[in-house]
């Protein structure tokens, strides 16, 4: 066998009946009564009964309880029919891969926790709980010193304190609102919508009952856009609702370059468009992308190359 | 119980197909290890004649404990169950359980995963029923944290982490003289971290301990005595799996002690 001797526990438990019956014949040799017999007691007297002059202390004879002779093992981990106690215990390492577990959990724990966020009691709910009438100063000034004990550290203290003048608001998923018709003077239905892409910025406004007349900063599109591309991507939305000549457009665009400035506005037109058409349609559009912003931006140059991509001429000698 | 039932297997080395009638009455139960490793009358064997038949009667019905009403077709594909890997990832073994491939994935056949799995939830209750050591095993670190739950909740064992490797083999070094080794391996996952099968199967069958399997379009399915073919990848199909076996392994586990009380009952009537 390997390692450090094993005592078995039927070994020590009889070790300790013959010391214990040890320090009674010790007791009685002595003269002492057997039940008062403390361990200074035993020590006396063995020093007494067998006097050495060796000079180590430990090499001299001793009479100590098993607990303190034998070194302490690990019991035995299973029961009478052989099953272990710890579900873990065929791992090796039951203590350590428990630990594990419990970490583990506690994640699981808070990650599928709700994750609310706090509000602060508004002033009706405050006066509620005060009973008192308040101004809004001292409503303010109360807020301010809240956010003030926040901020410092070691808050946990104080924090069953703060709770009560705190409420928790769930997470609400956010759903996309689609603005109702707006009518102007003339009694014409319009919307507006915002549309971005790369640098450029679109704001475009969509009249009903139109003849397909589009203004791009005060100025027609044949004129603004010479590029037929553009001309189509601003037509696009329009072609795929069968709209084509029913709608004018009034657009005010900044920024970007020419495509730029059209995909820009495609996106604000098709966004304003929403508002005329069956939640179907807009579902259609949105599965066309029609309704996404397109996230390519220009990509940083980095040191070492050319530009984003290309790099130096590779010159071999 | 049965090798000859009518799911196609590989017959492995030393298996014979012996005919459904011609076999005796009495099965034997299967031997555990005990305390030398030698094949010896264990702990699960019986002593009076009133356990004798405690133990010989879940073995004379084909589904004792109706392990079939536990899952349905439905839910196995609900959960996913029938998706396999590519078919670069293919293994040779598991062509037979394989239903078709579909856009490169390979699918596998559910009517066969139905009858495997009726099987070896059957032999986990019994096993279960004769309060055997049944062993969780899975190697998939998404899952580690349910399989421990799963055996927690049972009150059976798990092994979700670096297998040591004289574990089965060196047990008596490793844990101590007169340690007991698991009656049942149950991989929720055959293959390792590295996509190599997992070594505690070669050892549980260097040691005589019937395995049960999930295994997947790329494990090899050889040395498991009971597998179970089907995903060992989606959660879904996890949560089905360890739900089955702890529904079977409870299930098994009230049955035999509601036997017991029935015994004890009845040989104090039979007493008086």
């Known amino acids: 066998a390997s390692g450090p001797e094993k005592y078995t526990e039927e070994f020590i438990k009889k070790q300790i009946e013959e010391f214990n019956l040890g320090k009674r014949h010790l007791a009685n040799m002595m003269g002492e009564d057997p039940e008062t017999f403390t361990q200074e007691d035993i020590d006396r007297a063995v020093a007494y009964l067998f006097p050495s002059g060796l ?23 299973w029961g009478e029919d052989g099953r272990p106690f710890h579900f873990l215990f065929y791992t090796g390492k039951q203590s350590y891969y428990s630990l594990m577990h419990v970490s583990m959990e506690n ?58 003048f705190s409420k928790e608001v769930p997470m609400q998923l956010k759903k996309v609102v689609i603005e109702p018709l707006k009518y102007d003077e003339r009694g014409v239905a319009f919307s507006t919508g915002e549309g971005t892409r790369k640098t450029a910025k679109a704001t475009v406004v969509v ?111 | 119980r049965a090798p000859s039932m009518a799911v196609p297997r590989l017959l492995r080395a030393g298996e014979r197909v012996v005919p459904f009638p011609a076999r005796p009455a009495r099965v034997t139960p299967p031997p555990a ?62 062509e037979p359980y394989i239903f078709g491939c579909r856009l490169d994935q390979d699918i596998i056949d559910l009517d066969q995963t139905m009858q495997h799995l009726q099987l070896a939830l059957n032999f986990t209750a019994h096993i279960a029923y004769r309060k055997g050591i049944i062993l969780f095993i899975s190697r998939k670190r998404q899952f580690c944290h349910l399989v421990e739950s799963t055996a927690r909740e049972c009150g059976e064992y798990a092994h979700t982490r670096y297998w040591q490797g004289g574990l089965l083999t060196n047990a008596h070094i490793q844990f101590g003289p007169g340690v007991r080794l698991p009656d049942l391996l149950v991989f929720l996952s055959s293959l390792n971290n590295v996509f190599e099968p997992h070594v505690a199967i ?71």
Not at chain 1, 232 to 260: A, I, N, W, Y
Not at chain 2, 63 to 70: A, G, I, Q, R, T
């Open chain 2, 33 to 94: 290890v005990g305390a030398s490793g030698l094949v010896l009358q264990s702990r699960l064997v019986p002593c009076k004649p009133v356990d004798d038949k405690l133990l010989s009667e879940p073995l004379s019905h084909p589904d004792f404990f109706n392990v079939k009403e536990l899952f349905s077709l439905k839910d196995l594909f609900d959960a996913r169950v029938h998706l396999g890997h590519k078919k670069g990832c293919r293994h040779r073994f598991m």
């Open chain 2, 202 to 272: 070669r050892d549980a069958a260097k040691m005589n301990i019937p395995t049960v399997g999930v295994v997947d379009t790329n494990c090899n399915p050889c040395l498991i005595t009971y597998p179970i073919p089907g995903n060992d990848d989606s959660p879904t199909a996890m949560e089905l799996y360890c739900k089955l076996f702890r529904m079977t392994i409870i299930r098994a586990k009230d049955k035999r002690r509601q036997s017991e009380v029935f015994n004890e009952l009845r040989s104090k009537a039979e007493g008086n």
């Open chain 1, 55 to 77: 000079f180590d202390k430990q090499a001299r004879p001793m009479m100590k309880h098993p607990t303190e002779i034998f070194p302490e093992q690990r019991k035995i981990q």
């Open chain 1, 207 to 317: 009249y009903d009952n139109g003849t397909g007349k589009i203004t791009v900063n005060g100025i027609d599109i044949l004129h603004y856009f010479p590029v037929l591309q553009d001309r189509e991507q601003l037509l696009f939305p329009f072609q795929f609702l069968d709209r084509v000549g029913k709608h004018d457009m009034v657009c005010t665009v900044s920024g970007g370059g020419r495509s730029t400035q059209a995909g820009a506005i495609r996106l604000a037109s098709a966004k304003a468009l929403r508002s005329f058409v069956t939640e179907k349609e807009v579902e259609f559009m949105r599965q066309a992308g029609l309704l996404t912003l397109d996230p390519r931006v220009k990509e940083r140059k980095k040191p070492g190359q050319e530009g984003a991509r290309r790099k130096f001429t590779w010159k071999k000698r």
């Open chain 1, 107 to 164: 994640i699981c724990d808070i990650l599928n926790r709700n994750l609310a966020g706090s509000r602060w009691l508004t002033k009706i709910e405050l006066e509620e709980m005060l009973l008192e009438k308040l101004s809004d100063d001292d409503y303010s000034r109360f807020i301010q010193l809240l956010e003030k004990l926040m901020t410092l550290p070691c808050v946990d203290m104080e924090e069953k304190h703060i709770r009560k």
